[in-house]
Every structure is written in C-alpha cells, then in structure tokens.
C-alpha cells in the first residue's frame, strides 16, 4: 500500500478553512491539517493526499487560486520539503 504524499500549501488562516471545506467534498482526495509551518514570514499548511490523486488535487488547487488566495506548494515529507526551497 503506497503512503500518501505530502504537500505545504502557502495560504491564510482564513483560506485554509474554505479550501478544506472544498477538498472535503472529493471524498477521499485529500486531508487538510492544520499542522503549519513558518518560511519567510509565511504559513504554509500540511496536506495529506490520498494515492494516485495527485494529479486531481493540484488541478483543484490551481482552479481554486481564482477564488482564494493560494500561494506556492510544496511537495514533500514534513520541514525537509520546506528547508530546501
């Protein structure tokens, strides 16, 4: 069985609240934390992508931008995906 993959989402605390709420309606895509990470003066929230949705995940991501303020991804395990960007 594969692991999920990880990503750091650059957002809000406001944002990741309706952006969770979103990605909870594709059963099964996806689980928001609201783990969180400081780099550079901004917050970056912990994702668990569920296998094989990769691909899903980012194109509602990227249609998200349009309506919430979503900055850089990260993929990646924990802080070492965002100490080397």
């Known amino acids: 069985m594969q692991d999920a993959s990880v990503y750091w989402l650059n957002t809000t605390e406001e944002e990741i609240h309706f952006i969770d709420a979103i990605v ?20 970056y929230f912990k994702i668990y992508v569920a296998p094989g949705m990769e691909d899903e995940f980012l194109a509602i991501i990227d249609r998200l931008r349009g309506v919430a303020t979503i900055g850089e991804i990260i993929e990646g395990e924990d802080d070492a995906a965002l100490a080397t960007t």
Not at 24 to 43: E, F, M, P, T
């Open 24 to 43: 909870s309606a594709y059963d099964g895509l996806a689980n928001v934390r609201r783990d969180y990470r400081l780099k550079d003066g901004k917050i």
